[in-house]
């Protein structure tokens, strides 16, 4: 079993910056990819950004260029830099891993772009 806490959310202004974290406990030799999805209300939940135990990532196109993934696989750690946020971005947004087997997912932390 994985475990994943998530922090960094919060309010900021359009334009603004926020870090999101999420560290990993538990059977963590195992993971494998790592990424960030988002929930706005009334939508479906969407990928944001993974990236791979060997450092590969992906984004969704809305976020390319803005958002960075990154990752700290000696401390089980997933980092979220979000530069140049948008009213658009605002939902809560929750880390996910996967072992090859089960996916894991955090409880989510909510990030508002408001002015």
């Known amino acids: 079993q994985v475990q994943l806490v998530e922090s960094g959310g919060g309010l900021v202004q359009p334009g603004g910056s926020l870090r999101l974290s999420c560290a990993a406990s538990?059977?963590?030799?195992?993971?494998?990819?790592m990424g960030w999805y988002r929930q706005a209300p009334g939508k479906q939940r969407e990928l944001v950004a993974i990236?791979?135990?060997?450092?590969?990532?992906n984004y969704a196109d809305s976020v390319k260029g803005r958002f960075t993934i990154s990752r700290d696989n000696a401390k089980n750690t997933v980092y979220l830099q979000m530069n140049s946020l948008k009213p658009e971005d605002t939902a809560v947004y929750y880390c996910?891993?996967?072992?090859?087997?089960?996916?894991?997912w955090g409880q989510g932390t909510q990030v508002t772009v408001s002015s």
């Open positions: 538990g059977s963590i030799f195992g993971i494998n990819t």
């Open positions: 990236i791979t135990r060997g450092g590969s990532t």
């Open positions: 996910k891993a996967d072992d090859y087997v089960l996916d894991y």
